[in-house]
């Protein structure tokens, strides 16, 4: 048990200098940062942006209602699901398949360790870029919303914060398996951010039917900020996350064992 420990902090320690030397635990966080605040300051400077934009007649008065910060976050939030689900996907679609590709997978795998502590080491080191990259980019976004709108509910930022931070590790999640499955990094990315389009359009178009589907979490995470249905229920969307995660995981360690390198493609 100790052993096996010892071996999974050592590959989890291999997989975290492999962020440090990529930069991603830089310049991921940084992108992050930057689509957090530009969110809040585009809703604050719209008006003047337009008014400025030219091609206007004499006397004209450009009037945009000055949006809640609630409506502020949940926008922002609305950006992360497609921007900063797609870097997140870019940034680890070779999290797998390059190691494979360079044969260091299978120099790895040669040695007595366990397939599931391989797959799960790197899932946990994209779980941490994934934390910190959306905490530098959801408290950007929550520091200009409450200077230049209004402060929010600090307890529906943190449900808000924890289920869209879960949907980003299960985008993370569906990354990691194809890159085990598949040759291309590209195509890697491409099937995960495809599967997860899938989820929120299902979800989004059969909302009751499908309130257990992990598609939820995005709208849940959206309705925080919305009194009348921050009372939805969220137990079955988080606990099939949690599933699905596993199970990913497991189907992952479960093609590496039949297929640790190119060669036995």
């Known amino acids: 048990m100790k052993k096996g420990l010892r071996q999974w902090f050592v590959l989890y320690r291999k997989e975290q ?18 689509y957090g605040a530009m969110q809040p300051v585009m809703s604050y400077f ?10 206007l007649p004499p006397g004209a ?10 409506e502020v976050m ?5 950006q992360f699901n497609t921007i900063g689900v797609l870097i997140l996907s870019l940034s680890v679609m070779g999290i797998i398949s390059a190691e494979r590709t360079s044969g260091l997978t299978s120099m790895i795998l040669v040695k007595p360790v366990s397939y599931f502590s391989f797959v ?12 910190t990259a959306f905490a530098g980019g959801f408290g950007a976004a929550l520091y200009y919303t409450t200077v230049l709108f209004h402060s929010v509910d600090w307890q529906y930022s943190l449900y ?27 195509a890697a990315a491409g099937c995960a951010l495809g599967v997860a389009a899938m989820l929120a359009l299902t979800a ?9 589907s992990p598609g939820m979490l995005p709208h849940l995470a959206y309705s925080q900020y919305d009194p009348a249905a921050s009372e939805e229920p969220l137990a079955a969307s988080v606990v099939t996350t949690l599933v699905l995660i596993l199970a990913l995981l497991t189907a992952a360690s479960a093609l590496l064992r039949k297929r640790p390198s190119l060669d036995a493609l």
């Not at 869209?164 to 590790?169: A, E, G, K, P, T």
């Not at 990354?175 to 590209?186: D, H, K, N, V």
């Open 160 to 186: 808000a914060y924890l289920l869209f931070s879960l949907w980003l590790c299960l985008a993370g999640s569906l990354t990691l398996f194809f890159s085990s499955w598949l040759r291309s990094g590209a």
């Open 204 to 212: 989004s178009a059969f909302p009751h039917e499908l309130a257990f």
């Open 120 to 131: 799960t080491a790197k899932w946990a080191a994209m779980t941490l870029l994934v934390i």
């Open 17 to 34: 200098l492999e962020l440090f030397r990529s930069y991603k635990l830089l310049w991921v966080p940084l992108v992050f940062i930057l």
């Open 61 to 70: 008065v450009i009037s945009i209602p000055k949006p809640s910060a609630s």
């Open 46 to 55: 719209l008006p003047d942006i337009l008014a400025h934009a030219g091609n």
């Open 74 to 78: 949940a926008q922002t939030l609305g």
